[in-house]
């Protein structure tokens, strides 16, 4: 006997047709093209979406990162990066120089360019180039590579003024400075003591970075000033049996003393080292007017002469301690190569021509003052 599995037709038959399986929808060739037509303007359509899209960044990223975003109308800009800046306020600080033209570019660039990782930020002083790209400042603020500087430092007395000089040119508080400058073990290292260390700084220009500490400071000074002392100068002074501190603090005196015309300068040192070699009191106005602290004085009088201190020179013989000011190569080359003469008197000219009147003794110089001083009182100058 042979069984037989029933087909699906006799069960739906057996189930009176209950069952019965839909028949599959007929499509007709016209519905498939269709259909097929749509899937294509899909496609297209997306794809021109997508190609537009693509367009709009790589253009976005071309302007952002190919673009001129500084611009500093021809003019040379720097912006200061100080120690332990973040990069989103060494970004401030670039923003606020006002050469940025699109703020929000720089800092997406900066971002994607990782200048907002550890270590990235670089402090100094960097030179905005115009028409420099977002991408050309950030390599520029990441590598470092800063642009140096001109430091010079003229008209200072006091060493607090130096100090206070010099912080304003580079990245280093006043009282850092100044906390080197008083230290008599730091002067001692460096070869000077705390009265003449001033004369280690030679009033010039020199280049470094902003970034310089306060020691290296010192250190670079220290360097120059051994420089500016060549065998010829050193000769010079051993000629005169001075040693360079004092030669620096003969010349501060005669820089006070001829401030506008340095062709006289020599003549004046000469009346100095003259009455130094006689082993007479320098009577110098300027030390008088330093040892005060009143830098106003614009007449010394016999209250002023009073003053006990070693810098007035009028009750105290030989140079004092240190120098009264930072004297000029000028004013030093001038004490090196004093004009010899016989002089040993001189004041200023009743003219103010800022040209001085000499003498050789004391009743020309009584009478050479006598004018000056009826010219200070018709001037009403006390």
């Given at each position: 006997?042979?069984?037989?599995?029933?087909?699906?037709?006799?069960l739906a038959q057996a189930a009176g047709s209950r069952f019965m399986l839909p028949e599959p929808a007929k499509t007709s060739p016209p519905d498939y093209?269709?259909?097929?037509?749509?899937?294509?303007?899909?496609?297209?359509?997306?794809?021109?979406?997508?190609?537009?899209?693509?367009?709009?960044?790589?253009?976005?990223?071309?302007?952002?990162?190919?673009?001129?975003?500084?611009?500093?109308?021809?003019?040379?800009?720097?912006?200061?990066?100080?120690r332990g800046a973040t990069w989103k306020t060494a970004l401030d600080s670039v923003e606020a120089t006002g050469a940025v033209v699109d703020r929000l570019s720089l800092r997406f660039v900066a971002r994607l360019m990782k200048y907002d990782k550890p270590g990235a930020v670089k402090p100094g002083r960097y030179e905005l180039k115009d028409q420099a790209t977002n991408r050309e400042l950030i390599n520029l603020l990441k590598s470092g590579r800063q642009s140096p500087l001109k430091l010079t430092f003229t008209n200072v007395r006091l060493r607090q003024e130096l100090a206070a000089k010099l912080s304003r040119q580079i990245d280093a508080r006043p009282a850092q400075i100044d906390s080197l400058l008083s230290s008599?073990?730091?002067?001692?290292?460096?070869?000077?003591?705390?009265?003449?260390?001033?004369?280690?700084?030679?009033?010039?220009?020199?280049?470094?970075?902003?970034?310089?500490?306060?020691d290296n400071l010192m250190q670079r000074m220290k360097k120059e000033y051994e420089r500016f002392w060549t065998p010829a100068r050193d000769?010079?002074?051993?000629?005169?049996?001075?040693?360079?501190?004092?030669?620096?603090?003969?010349?501060?005196?005669?820089?006070?003393?001829?401030?506008?015309?340095?062709?006289?300068r020599p003549r004046i040192a000469g009346v100095y080292l003259n009455r130094l070699k006689r082993g007479m009191k320098l009577q110098a106005d300027p030390t008088v007017v330093y040892?005060?602290?009143?830098?106003?004085?614009?007449?010394?009088?016999?209250?002023?002469?009073?003053?006990?201190s070693p810098y007035n020179t009028y009750k105290y013989g030989g140079l004092p301690p240190g120098p009264i000011n930072l004297p000029s190569i000028a004013s030093i080359d001038a004490v090196l190569k004093p004009e010899p003469n016989g002089y040993l008197y001189f004041c200023?000219?009743?003219?103010?021509?800022?040209?001085?009147?000499?003498?050789a003794n004391e009743r020309d110089h009584l009478l050479n003052a006598r004018r000056y001083q009826a010219a200070l009182s018709r001037a009403g100058i006390r």
């Open positions: 006997m042979t069984f037989q599995f029933p087909t699906p037709l006799t093209k269709a259909r097929a037509i749509r899937r294509r303007n899909r496609y297209a359509t997306l794809s021109v979406i997508f190609s537009l899209t693509l367009i709009c960044f790589s253009y976005y990223f071309y302007q952002v990162f190919f673009t001129a975003n500084i611009e500093t109308k021809g003019k040379p800009a720097y912006v200061l990066i100080r008599p073990a730091y002067t001692k290292k460096l070869g000077f003591d705390t009265t003449t260390v001033l004369s280690m700084f030679i009033p010039n220009t020199y280049e470094l970075y902003w970034n310089t500490s306060a000769a010079e002074r051993a000629r005169l049996k001075l040693s360079r501190a004092q030669v620096s603090t003969l010349a501060s005196i005669v820089e006070a003393e001829q401030q506008q015309h340095a062709d006289e040892a005060n602290g009143d830098f106003g004085i614009k007449r010394v009088l016999n209250v002023h002469l009073q003053k006990d200023a000219k009743e003219d103010f021509s800022g040209y001085h009147a000499f003498a």
